[in-house]
Structures are given as structure tokens and as C-alpha cells.
């Protein structure tokens, strides 16, 4: 019904291992968008808080959340890989690659790296690995995410099955990349927030973040809009209203968004987030809900050449409407427990 | 009963043609500014999102968006010419006559260009013509807007009415100006989002832009404050609440502007509202309503001296909580049809 | 139950006269932060909002609105002040020391200056003296507060308790200093908005300033973790629901912030707030309530050396859900009048 000219977007069948997009609209990133952030989010970490801070330890100014980057390089993905998708089902062997400043312009590109078709024949599982690049062409960002898209005709063919092999965690040697080398005797714990640093950490050590937030539509959707993200689901609730949830959903990037800026509470110092290993969005959120966090260190790592800073492996677990003074994950049996919407391993950085 | 020093607005009797208004607050466009606008609708075209995109096609760096400019111009005329507005009726001889670039301040003035009573002597038409000038002193907007505005007292005598004699359309020889001569070759299709040039569109053609925002209060009043706008149905809904609809009103800028943010899906490269050459509030817009928008192309013109680049004039027409597949507008005898929001007849320019 | 390296707020018996906190997160405030300010609240002042207005009576360009800095420098305190705070009591003594502008990075430090344990022994009020330094570590902001705080043990042991004697006003003599000398023959009164010069305020005026605006849950939420307040009383929902007012609670900042910017109608000239001599945040606001403000003019003052710039001693009153056109403020018998939420006290700058 809709003119040729409209973007319709991709179906299941439309997509073919070795396919690459290079997505539309490239974005410059500002300060604009930063204080947009902090309002949408409240973070404080100094390094990206303060253009003095930064300069004393070795960056150029503050550089921007690394999750801005994030967000602002899926939000370009979603006209060509999920405006059809049926569920955003997971990320792997994300890095942060290169800092970002304000004036940079990122862009990206998508490949096809995996298709199945699903039993039911009326949707399939696309893989693509995407990167942002910014205007020197340095890649910033590189991560896989799968989704769930519909078919536009249930009777096309399966394609041939290809399943990506992806890494379990991203290999901690190859950390830090976006990192300068840092004057750390300059990182003043004090305006930090916190005393603790790298080696204070230890596995198995499990931090209950303690604040909250409760979401607003407006909140969500000038967050999503930011980024440039299009997904309808997020905006329309004449539509929304007729299906399965009656509302508009959030954007899962907010709670990833959100529960990063309430870690500050407990891992100030984390002040870079490297990778993501893995990361789901295990329920929807919705206004109105309340989000907690959480998080549980892995695993900590050297980083290959690196004096100034080390990695520490969290999972950062997002609750909605109930605290997590008694961290809730898993329930007996393995599913997630009541309330958990964002299950997030992360690589992040510390000074030692 | 307010203080003498408050500012209670103009009424009908107030206005008499050839006074001319130097608007309060002249106004410092930032990369904030631009950040909060793609925050509350989602722009994607990529010559303002970009400044590496802009630079390699001829601009200095991205230019702000066009209706950025419109709604702080309009926003600083609020308080001398529409405090006391009951109906912002129509816009027409608009043009956009030059880029503007976050730096840049913006100041405001109008002259009154008609009156005429209304017939129950209680409220009366105001035309006046607009300019919008940056600090250079160069003209940056014009456009002729009219209003009814209430009188103070009904009794007062009624001005010879001056009904100004408005053109049905921008000629579009004089269009272009805020547009620098452009490098095409350098115009990337792939990342600005179509590939559709000016001459791929027909008079005739309609495009269903398919997506649509729904709209909260946070959303509209951070928006038209943003233009420092202070018309109160907008903001204070202790007193709307007295009043006909009950709530606050959305101001007809933010459709205006959604329903452009929309049409980028089957516009994409229509990168430049040029001018508008008639602009129509059909039905008001609260928050909760979602819009959507479809757009005519109503014809197509060279513009003289200019190989690069083309005009469109096209209706954008924002309807709400109703899908645009079967492209609304009118009913059989002309009434607009149900949802039907707003009737924007604009000049837009493409690459050639 | 939370980790220990989560920051739980100081608890009243933690605090003693001349302890000093170096508060966390310097900030850099830029021009996103000025946008979104402007969306937030709307304000015009012509200094704040227009570099081109500004240099031409002598500042470097725009400084930011002084209540941006009151705000940063504020919300840097709560983590370490009153993230138990049961009430926050009042301020005094607050001065503007030095005009900010984008690119300033801002930090803070408190020092304790008084405590006195309530006498139900739950809790105790701790008197603060804040100051704000930017990059050069010149103290941009200096004021008093004072809150209640929580014990954390009822039966620890009350301090000695220490009041400290604050001045009932800021002496005049010491205003100012935020003002650069001021070319007050550029300063154009039409385009700042109004006639009313500082001589022409007597004391004993009151202005209506009219205007109001309805706030909603995501632009004070937005505002608040703007400047990254993280008091949860404002954010968590879910836990505010369980308690007395059963919904999240407007941080005060925002009233002030509402009540400076409608205060231009009437006040448009005076475009600095030099001191905050008392405030009080009389009664809680929520969203959905509608602000209204006033201003009684109190006292004018020359200030020592200065020919360009007179000070208006004024009460600014924010009272919700009822306009001001009676200037609300006490009931007989002297208790505040129905609806007031806000008594501020301030040294507002005007040119003369």
C-alpha cells in the first residue's frame, strides 16, 4: 500500500550470509548529545564528566559514554537489519576500539555473518557483525548481535544454515585499545568517587548498586530518537496498543544505558566499558517500571602492555521493581528470576 | 491586577499596519540545540546530522535544520503578537534564505500587514510578516503568518480592514539561497538513505511515510520552550483544565516538525525545506496522539542558475491515530478528513 | 546488605564541624547543558540566551544561567550530604563569584559548619558551606545550606551542638563580582525584552509574572540527573510509592529554576542572580502541579564601584496550582498560604 519509495525494510528471506550494508545517515557526535545523556541517564563517571580530568590522566577532553557510541552505531543498523525484527536477540564480541569526542562523525557498516530459518517457517535468525567508524575512517566499534526477523512470504525458501562461532569472551589481550596511555598518579581517587582500583576487586564479588530509576515514555523515546533508532515499536502506540503488550516497549539500549550509570554506585572507577561478551534482554521493560542493578565480578585481567589499567569481567544484571540487596539472577532450575530484563557481561576498565 | 511592569501581550485593537516589532531575546544556536532536536523527533537526513557529510557536498559543516530556525524565529513573536492569540491560522510566503550553523544568533522582527475585524466584533485577523536575521544582519527567514486575536474591549472601534494580497505559492526562481552551490558527485545516496534524486519524483506521486511518533506533554513543552515560545495553552494546564479542550495543546511547530522527521522514510534526499508556501493547523494535537504523514508531490522546477540541485514542492500532510495507507485528506465536500492534523504546502530541494 | 563498596550516604553522627568533603565528578558544563536548560525551564534572559548580546556589553560571550551553577554545584554534594536527608531545610549566604561559561569545568567541596541533634534523637540538621571552583580554581558559587539527615543509630551519641550565625542578607557591597564592567549604552532594552531599568523598582512592588507551566515526571527527572543528583527520593517510583506521598518528589532546584525563568515577565532586565540571601522549599511539588510565581521588590542597592549595575533585593514566591494575581505568600497568623512551595530571597542585578 505504501509508495515504492518508502523503506520498508528487510525481511528473513531478503538477507544472505556475505551481504554488506553500509547504513545510512552518518552522525556527529557533540556536546549536545552528552549533556543529553547525562539528563537521560544521570552518569558520573569523571573521565567522561569532566574535560580536565581527562586531560590529567591523557585523553585529548572527556570523551563521550562509550554506550553513546554504541547506541548511535545500532541505532544506524535498524532501517536495514531490524525495522522487521520480531526480537533483538543477543550481542557478542563487542569492543570499544578507539575513543570518541565530541566533533567526531561516526557511521557503519553491517555484515550478514549467519542466517536460520525457524522451525515455524515464518521468521529466521539473522547474525550480522557491524562497525562504526568515525570520519578517519578508525573503526570505533565492532560487535555481532542476532535477531529474529519475519519473513515477507512464509512460502520463500530456507537459505542454507549458517551458524556463526563466536567467542565465549572477548580475548582480554586485545583490551584497551581506546584507551590512551594514562598518567594514573593524575587520577584522583577522590573526585573519582571511590578509592577502590583494579586490583581491589575480586571474583565472585557481587555489588549491589542500591539507586533506581523509574522510566517515563518521554524519557525512552528521546533517548531512542537521539540515536537515531526508528524501530516503531518504541513510538507508536496507536499500533502497540493492538499488540501483544498493549504499550510501547523500551529500547533495551536504555536499560543498558541505566543500569551502567547506576554502577557508578559501587564501580566508580570502571570508567570504561571495553567489550561486551555477551548481552540479552531477557524481558521487556515498559514506563512506569523501576530499574535496579547489579553486578558480579567474573574474572579479572591484565592487559597485555598496560601498567596504568586493568580489565574486570562483571555481569551487570538489570532488575525492574525490585531492589537487589539479595541479587537476583537465576531461579532453581535455571530460569531468570522475576523482575531480571538485562543480562550484560561485561569487559570493563579500571586504573591500577 | 498584575503588576503594571508584566508583559499581558497585544489584543486585537493593539495592531495597526506598518508597526513593526523588534522581538525580545535574540537567541545563540548550539550543537545543543541540534542534539535536543534530534532527541525529541528523530531527523535522519544527512546533510544535518553530519558535518563531515555537509562539508564534502559544499557546506561549511552541517546546517541546523530548517524548522529549528523557523520555530525560534517564531517563538520570539510570541509574546508581542500571539500572548493573546485564539487561533494561529495560517502560514505562506516563507523562505529559508540562508544556512544557519550552531554559532550563529538569531534575532526577530515583524510588521503588521493586515487586520480585519472579526464579524462578531470580540476578536480580529492579524497578518504580519516575519524576518529572522543572524548576527551578520542577513535575513535568514521571512514568512507572513496570521492570527485571530482577541480584543481587550469589545467596544473599541473597528480599524479599516487591510487584507494583504498573499502569493498561492514561493516562486521558485527565488529559491535555493540558503543552499551553497553543491558538489554532487560527492552527494552519497547510500549513506543519505535513498537513492532517489529530484528527478526520480512526479507530480502526483504520493508517499505514505509509514512510521509514526506519539506524542507525551514532556516531549512538546521541552520542545517549544526550547524556542523560548511561551503561549500559555501550551504549558499551564491548571487553567486549561477550565478550558475547551481540557489540556494543554501541542504547539503546531512540533507536528510540523515530526511529521518532516517522518517523511525522511521516501524524502530522504529532500535534504532542504526551501520554503513554505502555505501552512495550515487543521485540527489540534494533544499528547497521547500518535502522528503519522504522508506527502503529494505537487510539481517540480529547475531552480535558475543551479545544475546541482532541484525543487519539489510537495504537500506533507500529519494526521493522527490513523495510518496513511489510503493517504487522507479530504472528504467528499471538501471538509478535511477525520485525523487530518496538519496541511503543509512546502518546497523542498533535492540533489539533481 | 549491599556490597561494601557501594556508597550508602553519611548518616547524621558521621558529620562533625570542620570536616571537609571533596565532592566527586568535576563536570564540564557546555552547550548541550545550556539547551537543555532552556527546554527545561524556558528562560529569556538576552545575556544568557545570546552570545552576540553578551559580547556586546562586555562579557566573553553567553555565560550560563547562574541557577545551572547553583545546580552542578549542588548535586555534586548530595552523595556525600543529604543522600539521607530527610528534609532539606534552607540556604543562606549564597554568592555568585565569577560568570561560567561553556567549556568551564566546575567542581565542589563542603565543608561542616554546624550540627545539632533533633530531639526525638532520629535524626539531626547539619549546616554546610559549599563552594564551587572552576578549572582556574577560582571560586565561582559559595553558599550555606542546611539539612536534616537521618541517624543511622538511634542511640549514638549526640555532638555538642554548634549553630552557626548566618547573615540575614548578603551585603550588597559584595555583589557583583560575577558581572564584568558592563557597556551599558549597548545594552538594548527591546531586545532584552523590556523598559524597566534598575531604578525603576521600588520596594514594596509586587509583580505577577503571570505565566506557569505544568511539570511532568520526565522533565524533572531529566533535570535533576542533569546535574547529577542522585537523590532517590526524585527517581525511584517503586520504592516512593511505600511511602509518605506515595509518588517521586520534585527536586526543589526545578521550582527555582521554573519560578527564575517565569519571572522574566516582569523582571527581564534583572539578568543576574548575584546572591540567594534565604531560600526555603516551603511545601513538596509533584508532577502534574502547575507553577506560578511573583516577586515583591524588598530592597535596592548601589554596589560599591559600580555605575553600570544596581542590586534589586527581591522575594521570589512559587506557588502551585493558583495563580498570583493576589500575591499569595502567608496566611494570617503567619503560616504560609495555601499553595506556596517556594520563598526565595535574592539579589538580582539589573543595569541601571
Redesign the interface.
Known amino acids: 500500500?505504501?509508495?515504492s519509495?518508502?523503506?520498508?525494510g528487510h525481511f528473513f528471506e531478503d538477507f544472505a550470509v556475505g551481504q554488506v550494508f553500509?547504513h545510512?545517515?552518518?552522525?556527529?557526535i557533540?556536546?549536545?548529545?552528552?549533556?543529553?545523556y547525562?539528563?537521560?541517564?544521570?552518569?558520573?563517571?569523571?573521565v567522561q564528566?569532566?574535560?580536565?580530568?581527562a586531560r590529567r590522566i591523557g585523553y585529548a577532553r572527556?570523551p563521550v559514554d562509550d554506550l553513546i557510541v554504541f547506541h548511535v552505531v545500532f541505532g544506524k543498523t535498524v532501517?536495514d537489519i531490524s525495522r522487521n525484527a520480531i526480537a533483538n536477540l543477543g550481542y557478542a564480541e563487542c569492543r570499544l576500539l578507539a575513543a570518541v569526542y565530541?566533533?567526531d562523525?561516526l557511521?557503519a557498516t553491517s555484515e550478514v555473518i549467519g542466517v536460520r530459518e525457524s522451525s515455524n517457517r515464518a521468521s529466521g535468525v539473522v547474525w550480522v557483525r557491524t562497525s562504526g567508524r568515525n570520519?578517519r575512517d578508525e573503526t570505533v566499534l565492532e560487535y555481532v548481535r542476532w535477531v529474529m526477523v519475519r519473513k515477507r512470504d512464509n512460502g520463500a525458501p530456507a537459505p542454507e544454515p549458517v551458524v556463526p562461532t563466536l567467542a565465549e569472551r572477548v580475548d582480554p589481550a586485545t583490551l584497551g585499545a581506546a584507551v590512551p596511555p594514562l598518567d594514573v598518579a593524575n587520577y584522583d581517587l577522590?573526585?573519582?568517587?571511590?578509592r577502590?582500583r583494579w586490583g581491589?576487586y575480586a571474583p565472585g564479588?557481587?555489588?549491589?548498586?542500591?539507586?533506581?530509576?523509574?522510566l517515563?515514555?518521554?524519557?525512552h523515546?528521546?533517548?531512542?530518537?537521539?540515536y537515531?533508532n526508528?524501530a516503531?515499536v518504541h513510538?507508536?502506540?496507536?499500533?502497540q496498543a493492538q499488540g501483544q503488550f498493549k504499550r510501547?516497549l523500551v529500547y533495551g539500549g536504555v536499560v543498558m544505558s541505566l543500569a551502567r550509570a547506576l554502577s557508578f554506585?559501587?564501580?566508580?572507577n570502571a570508567f570504561h566499558v571495553a567489550a561486551i561478551n555477551a548481552g540479552r534482554h531477557v524481558a521487556p521493560c515498559f514506563a512506569?517500571d523501576?530499574v535496579?542493578a547489579w553486578s558480579e565480578a567474573l574474572e579479572t585481567a591484565e592487559i597485555a602492555g598496560r601498567r596504568d589499567i586493568g580489565a574486570l569481567r562483571a555481569r551487570l544484571t538489570a532488575v525492574k521493581?525490585?531492589?537487589c540487596?539479595?541479587f537476583p539472577l537465576r531461579k532453581e532450575g535455571g530460569d531468570y528470576a522475576e523482575g531480571v530484563i538485562l543480562d550484560l557481561d561485561l569487559w570493563l576498565v579500571l586504573p591500577r
Open positions: 500500500m505504501s509508495g519509495k518508502t523503506n520498508a553500509e545510512a545517515t552518518p552522525r556527529t557533540t556536546a549536545g548529545d552528552v549533556a543529553l547525562t539528563g537521560l541517564y544521570g552518569p558520573r563517571f569523571a564528566s569532566s574535560d580536565e580530568f572527556a532501517p565530541p566533533g562523525t557511521s570520519q577522590e573526585l573519582a568517587g571511590q577502590h581491589d564479588e557481587k555489588i549491589d548498586h542500591v539507586d533506581a530509576m523509574t517515563e515514555e518521554a524519557e523515546q528521546i533517548a531512542t530518537r537521539l537515531q526508528t516503531k513510538f507508536n502506540l496507536h499500533e510501547r554506585n559501587g564501580l566508580a512506569g523501576t535496579y521493581n525490585r531492589p540487596a539479595d
